[in-house]
């Protein structure tokens, strides 16, 4: 088949592995690259490479490439954009993805600015049409509506894809994997590096799992209850905006139109009215549990399963049903 496209992906990675949006932004690629006889290149920045080369082959790349340098360890946008920009000019990449977490939310940012060209953030979906194309889905209006942008122009053309939603098995792929040391300017040691400040040891938007809540929980301490059921089940803590904005739980947990958008397995709204604003963070979610004491509460027209009652009493009805299922 000849080759008439280059997709390229940066792989992004937290301590040492990949981060599993990572393995969605590239089978996406991979699919991508099919449509439009291209071939997957995905970019792996840090001070050492890693040994899941052949899993990013699995998922679809065609060429790994690790690019090592100790500044790269850990994410500095000076760094990462100066060495994508270099990497652009070596392969000529036509698409760019990335995940719309906020690194690849900023990265894409700098990435069209610095190249005056187009980028889609936060997109759903990916297809090439009957003219052959490529368009992308993303939501806008805070969710109420997408919007299908087609790319004109220089390229690359960059996408980022929101978390959890390009899930696929892996290919039965084949690939090549390149190590090269790169060389950073001096402008690099400008930010060190960035910390993470976060409740949960994991990111609300790449959770599978989140367990949000909101005024309705009553009180910060009653958040261990919820810290119980998202820790059994492998899941983020979330909150509603006011339930930040009394200070009890970090502005990362916030959830909706001024928070963060996440589209896990599984979402429980715990005390949570389902206000628009609230809505627009979380009804992307594959399957949302509510539980609320008012029975006419909004939250429950977007529920698929939802519980009337007292958080404070269901929540720990759950934890010892979880435990029980799970310790069977
Ligand atoms: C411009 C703008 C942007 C906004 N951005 C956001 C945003 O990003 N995210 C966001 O969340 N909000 C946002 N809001 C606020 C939003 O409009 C709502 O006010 C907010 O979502 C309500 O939060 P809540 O559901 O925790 O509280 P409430 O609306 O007060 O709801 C509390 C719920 O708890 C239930 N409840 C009470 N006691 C119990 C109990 N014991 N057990 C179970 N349930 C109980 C109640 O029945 C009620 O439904 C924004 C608003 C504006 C104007």
Not at 22 to 35: I, N, P, T, Y
Not at 182 to 210: M, N, Y
Not at 298 to 327: E, M, N, Q
């Amino acid at each position: 088949m000849s080759i008439e496209c280059v997709v390229g992906v940066l792989i992004e990675h937290d301590q040492g592995a990949a981060k599993p949006v990572s393995f969605e932004v590239l089978s996406a690629a991979r699919k991508l690259a099919d449509q439009v006889s291209g071939k997957v290149i995905a970019l792996y920045f840090s001070n050492l490479a890693s040994l899941e080369a052949e899993d990013f082959i699995q998922q679809g790349a065609d060429e790994v490439h690790f690019l090592i340098n100790p500044n790269l360890q850990k994410y500095t946008h000076e760094n990462y954009a100066f060495a994508l920009l270099r990497q652009h000019k070596k392969h000529s990449f036509d698409y760019f993805l990335l995940s719309a977490t906020n690194n690849g939310k900023e990265l894409s940012a700098i990435l069209s600015a610095q190249l005056g060209v187009g980028v889609a953030t936060d997109c759903i979906s990916l297809f090439v049409s009957e003219e052959g194309d490529v368009k992308a889905v993303r939501p806008v209006f805070s969710g109420k509506a997408y919007s299908t942008v087609r790319f004109t122009g220089n390229k690359p053309h960059i996408l980022s894809l929101r978390p959890n939603v390009f899930r696929d098995s892996p290919f039965s792929n084949q690939g090549e994997i390149f190590e090269e040391k790169i060389h950073l300017p001096e402008f690099s040691q400008r930010a060190q590096s960035i910390v993470k400040q976060v409740g949960s040891q994991l990111d609300i938007t790449e959770a599978r799992v989140v367990v949000s809540g909101g005024l309705g929980v009553q009180g910060p301490e009653n958040f261990k209850l919820l810290e119980e059921l998202a820790s059994l089940l492998g899941g983020a803590v979330g909150a509603s905006r006011p339930v930040v904005d009394n200070g009890w739980r970090d502005y990362s947990n916030q959830v909706g139109q001024t928070g963060r958008t996440v589209s896990p397995d599984l979402y429980f709204a715990c005390g949570i009215s389902g206000a628009v604003q609230h809505l627009a963070g979380m009804s992307s979610s594959r399957c949302i549990v509510a539980i609320n004491s008012d029975p006419n509460a909004a939250i429950f027209s977007v529920a698929d399963y939802g519980i009337v009652g007292d958080a404070a009493k269901v929540i720990p009805a759950l934890i010892r049903a979880f435990k029980k299922t799970l310790s069977s």
